[in-house]
């Protein structure tokens, strides 16, 4: 028999994420560094990408990344 899965509350917060090499590497980031403080994250979406500029060239990629965590009861 399956077990029943009750209700759940999820809280959804943004990281961003930087890196000089790539937006996957920024958002990797982004994960990696907010699961050393929060549990149980469930779910990240990249909701924007966008790169940092100056004197024409690209010195940074920034990923931002909205995490899911269960709250716990």
Do not use: C, H, N, P
Request: glycine content about 6%.
């Amino acid at each position: 028999m399956a077990k029943k899965q009750g209700d759940s509350v999820y809280r959804i917060i943004d990281v961003v994420g930087v890196s000089d090499k790539s937006w996957e590497d920024a958002g990797r980031m982004a994960v990696q560094t907010a699961a050393s403080s929060l549990r149980d994250l469930r779910v990240a979406e990249v909701t924007k990408m966008d790169m940092k500029v100056e004197d024409g060239k690209v010195t940074a990629f920034r990923t931002r990344v909205a995490l899911s965590f269960k709250y716990e009861s």
